[in-house]
C-alpha cells in the first residue's frame, strides 16, 4: 500500500501538481516569480545538487531549459516553465503554451559581420547562405518560409565564431542585450521572432487537472503582470 | 550478430504478445457485445483511394511503386480503408452498417514511447446513423471498451470540430489570419492565439469568446459558461453537444466525458463531435474519433458516420502503469 501510494503521487491525476522549471538564465527570474504566487523556493536558491524540491503545493523539478518540453509531453511534469526559443526548436513536442511570462525577453535574430555583404553575396552567386546556429529547425523553417535556401550548420558551442573563421556565412541565435554580437564584430540583420518565459502544460493533465491548472495559470497570470 | 530494423518498427516478444492478445480479445468481445462485426482491409492501398479521404496526404507517409507502376501507400488509420469499404462493398446493403477493427497502421512521426511508426489500432466505425445518438452510441461503446481494459479511471473529452471553422465564419475572419488561428487551436497555442486575436479588428465580446472557450472544459456547466458568450456559432455547437450530452447521460457514461470546447483535431475529416481519450496513469492521449459526416460521400456514398480509434500499444502502457499505481 505505501508503495502504491508512492506512485500514486507519481500519476497525472493526483498529488502536488509537478513544474518542471529551468535552471541557467531564466531561473532566477523563474524562482522570484514562484515567490510572488507564494511558493516556497528557499530550498531552490541554496547550493543544493538535488533535483526534486518539495515545495508544498507545488513539487518543482529543475532541468536544462531544452529538456522541459520532453518531460512535460510524457508527463512526467504536468506543468513547465521554458524560453519560446526552446518551444519554436521542439515545435513537434504536442504540449499547451498556456501563458507569456513575460520575462527572459530575447530576439531569436540573423546576424552576420558588420558591413559584410556575404549573407547577400553567397545566395547570389553560390545559391545558398551557410547559417551556423544551435537551433537548426528554427533556421530551416525560417528560410524555407521566406523562400531562400540556407545550408544550415549545427554547432554547439558559441555561434560567434563560425562567421568569424568562415565556417558560415551569418548565424540563427538568440540575442538579449547584443553585447557578444557586437564584441565579436556582427551585427543583426534580421529578427526572426521574439521569445520570453512560457508556461506550458501536459496535454493530459490540461484536461484532467482542470481546477488547479487553471488556478495556477490565474495566480502566475497575475504576478507576471 | 544483430540486424538493423527501420525506426519506429519493433520485434514484439511472447510476454508482450500474450498480453496483447488478451487485450485485443477483451475489446474484441466489447465491441461485439454492442453489435460491431469485425472487418480487415488491405494494408496497402491505392494512393489516389487514401487520398480521396484526406486530400492533405499527411496520412500516408510510406508510398511505393507495384509492379505495374501504381502508386501505393500504407493506411495511416483504418478510418478512411472502411469509407471505401462501405462504399464499394455495401453500394446496395440498408445501412446502419456497424463494424469493428484492430489492425496495423503506419505514419512517419518521431518514435517515442508508444508512439512507434507501425502501430496498432483497434476501434469502431458507425456508418449511416445521426448525431447525437449515433455519436451517443460510439462514446458508450468506447467507454465499455475502456472498462474492458481496465482503464476506469480514463476520461473521454467531448468537444465539436466545426465550432472554430463557424466562428470564425461569424466573425468574418478569413484568409491567412483565419488558418493561423486554427493552427495555433490545433497546436495548443493559446499565447500565439491570444496575439493573433490581438491583432483582429473585432469586439472586445468576440475577442473575449475566441480567448476563453479554447479553456472551457469540464462537466456539462461549461456548456452554461460558454453560451453565456453568445454567438451563433458557440449556439450551435453547444446546443449539438448538449444534446450528445443528454444521451450520454441516459446510457448512464455522462460521468466518462469531459466536455472541452477547446478540442480540435488535427485529421482533416472531422465534422461535429471529435473525442480524445486520457488517461491519468500516462501523459499521452490514448486515442481519438469523432464523426465525419462527408468522409463516405467523397467515395460517392454519403452517409453520416462516426467512430474512433485506440492505439493498441498505449492502452497496454496505461493498463500496466495503472496496475503498478493499484
Known amino acids: 500500500m505505501r508503495v502504491a501510494q508512492v506512485y500514486g503521487a507519481r500519476a497525472l491525476g493526483t498529488g502536488a501538481l509537478k513544474l518542471a522549471i529551468p535552471r541557467g538564465a531564466l531561473y532566477q527570474r523563474t524562482l522570484d516569480l514562484l515567490d510572488r504566487i507564494g511558493i516556497a523556493?528557499?530550498?531552490?536558491?541554496?547550493?543544493?545538487?538535488?533535483?526534486?524540491?518539495?515545495?508544498?503545493?507545488?513539487?518543482?523539478?529543475?532541468?536544462?531549459?531544452?529538456?522541459?518540453?520532453?518531460?512535460?509531453?510524457?508527463?512526467?511534469?504536468?506543468?513547465?516553465?521554458?524560453?519560446?526559443?526552446?518551444?519554436?526548436?521542439?515545435?513537434?513536442?504536442?504540449?499547451?503554451?498556456?501563458?507569456?511570462?513575460?520575462?527572459g525577453a530575447c530576439r531569436m535574430v540573423l546576424a552576420g559581420r558588420r558591413g559584410d555583404e556575404r549573407l547577400g553575396e553567397s545566395e547570389r552567386r553560390l545559391g545558398a547562405i551557410r547559417i551556423a546556429t544551435k537551433y537548426p529547425r528554427t533556421a530551416e523553417r525560417h528560410f524555407e518560409e521566406t523562400g531562400r535556401q540556407a545550408e544550415v550548420i549545427e554547432v554547439k558551442g558559441s555561434v560567434e565564431l563560425a562567421p568569424l573563421v568562415g565556417l558560415a556565412?551569418?548565424?540563427v541565435d538568440l540575442v538579449d542585450t547584443g553585447r557578444t554580437l557586437a564584441d565579436n564584430d556582427l551585427e543583426v540583420h534580421e529578427e526572426i521572432a521574439a521569445c520570453t518565459a512560457r508556461l506550458v502544460a501536459n496535454r493530459v493533465a490540461h484536461k484532467l487537472r482542470v481546477p488547479e491548472v487553471d488556478e495556477l495559470v490565474e495566480r502566475l497570470r497575475e504576478a507576471a503582470r | 550478430?544483430?540486424?538493423?530494423?527501420?525506426?519506429?518498427?519493433?520485434?514484439?516478444?511472447?510476454?508482450?504478445?500474450?498480453?496483447?492478445?488478451?487485450?485485443?480479445?477483451?475489446?474484441?468481445?466489447?465491441?461485439?457485445?454492442?453489435?460491431?462485426g469485425e472487418v480487415a482491409t488491405p494494408t496497402i492501398e491505392y494512393h489516389e483511394v487514401l487520398a480521396r479521404?484526406?486530400?492533405?496526404?499527411?496520412?500516408?507517409?510510406y508510398r511505393f511503386f507495384?509492379?505495374?507502376?501504381?502508386?501505393?501507400?500504407?493506411?495511416?488509420?483504418?478510418?478512411?480503408?472502411?469509407?471505401?469499404?462501405?462504399?464499394?462493398?455495401?453500394?446496395?446493403?440498408?445501412?446502419?452498417?456497424?463494424?469493428?477493427?484492430?489492425?496495423?497502421?503506419?505514419?512517419?512521426?518521431?518514435?517515442?514511447?508508444?508512439?512507434?511508426?507501425?502501430?496498432?489500432?483497434?476501434?469502431?466505425?458507425?456508418?449511416?446513423?445521426?448525431?447525437?445518438?449515433?455519436?451517443?452510441?460510439?462514446?458508450?461503446?468506447?467507454?465499455?471498451?475502456?472498462?474492458?481494459?481496465?482503464?476506469?479511471?480514463?476520461?473521454?473529452?467531448?468537444?465539436?470540430?466545426?465550432?472554430?471553422?463557424?466562428?470564425?465564419?461569424?466573425?468574418?475572419?478569413?484568409?491567412?489570419?483565419?488558418?493561423?488561428?486554427?493552427?495555433?487551436?490545433?497546436?495548443?497555442?493559446?499565447v500565439g492565439l491570444e496575439a493573433e486575436v490581438g491583432t483582429l479588428e473585432m469586439s472586445d465580446g468576440s475577442r473575449r469568446t475566441l480567448l476563453e472557450l479554447p479553456n472551457m472544459r469540464g462537466g456539462p456547466e461549461v456548456l452554461d459558461r460558454a453560451r453565456d458568450l453568445g454567438g451563433a456559432a458557440v449556439d450551435r455547437a453547444t446546443s449539438r453537444l448538449a444534446a450528445t450530452?443528454?444521451?450520454?447521460?441516459?446510457?448512464?457514461?455522462?460521468?466518462?466525458?469531459?466536455?472541452?470546447?477547446?478540442?480540435?483535431?488535427?485529421?482533416?475529416?472531422?465534422?461535429?463531435?471529435?473525442?480524445?481519450?486520457?488517461?491519468?496513469?500516462?501523459?499521452?492521449?490514448?486515442?481519438?474519433?469523432?464523426?465525419?459526416?462527408?468522409?463516405?460521400?467523397?467515395?460517392?456514398r454519403p452517409l453520416p458516420a462516426a467512430g474512433f480509434a485506440l492505439y493498441l500499444e498505449r492502452v497496454h502502457i496505461a493498463q500496466a502503469e495503472e496496475e503498478r499505481i493499484g
Open chain 1, 41 to 103: 523556493t528557499e530550498g531552490l536558491r541554496g547550493d543544493s545538487r538535488a533535483l526534486v524540491f518539495d515545495c508544498g503545493e507545488l513539487t518543482v523539478i529543475t532541468m536544462r531549459p531544452s529538456d522541459v518540453p520532453t518531460y512535460v509531453e510524457a508527463g512526467a511534469a504536468e506543468v513547465g516553465i521554458t524560453g519560446k526559443d526552446v518551444l519554436l526548436e521542439q515545435r513537434d513536442r504536442a504540449v499547451y503554451e498556456l501563458l507569456d511570462l513575460g520575462y
Open chain 2, 66 to 190: 507495384d509492379e505495374r507502376g501504381e502508386l501505393l501507400a500504407m493506411r495511416s488509420d483504418m478510418t478512411i480503408p472502411i469509407a471505401r469499404l462501405v462504399a464499394s462493398r455495401f453500394a446496395g446493403a440498408e445501412p446502419p452498417f456497424r463494424f469493428f477493427y484492430i489492425g496495423n497502421a503506419y505514419r512517419a512521426i518521431r518514435p517515442q514511447r508508444g508512439q512507434m511508426r507501425e502501430f496498432i489500432q483497434a476501434g469502431v466505425e458507425l456508418v449511416g446513423a445521426e448525431a447525437p445518438e449515433a455519436t451517443a452510441e460510439v462514446v458508450e461503446v468506447l467507454a465499455a471498451a475502456l472498462d474492458a481494459s481496465g482503464l476506469s479511471r480514463a476520461v473521454i473529452g467531448l468537444g465539436d470540430a466545426d465550432l472554430y471553422r463557424q466562428l470564425l465564419d461569424e466573425l468574418e475572419v478569413a484568409g491567412p489570419a483565419r488558418d493561423r488561428i486554427l493552427d495555433c487551436l490545433a497546436t495548443h497555442d493559446l
Open chain 2, 245 to 300: 450530452f443528454d444521451s450520454l447521460a441516459r446510457r448512464g457514461v455522462g460521468n466518462r466525458v469531459n466536455l472541452d470546447l477547446g478540442l480540435l483535431r488535427d485529421l482533416g475529416y472531422y465534422t461535429g463531435a471529435i473525442l480524445e481519450v486520457y488517461d491519468p496513469a500516462v501523459g499521452h492521449v490514448l486515442g481519438g474519433g469523432g464523426r465525419y459526416d462527408e468522409l463516405i460521400g467523397r467515395f460517392g
Open chain 2, 53 to 61: 479521404g484526406d486530400e492533405r496526404g499527411a496520412p500516408a507517409a
Open chain 1, 169 to 171: 556565412d551569418g548565424i
Open chain 2, 1 to 36: 550478430m544483430t540486424h538493423r530494423i527501420p525506426p519506429g518498427t519493433r520485434d514484439i516478444l511472447p510476454d508482450e504478445m500474450r498480453e496483447l492478445r488478451r487485450l485485443q480479445a477483451a475489446l474484441a468481445d466489447a465491441f461485439g457485445r454492442f453489435g460491431y
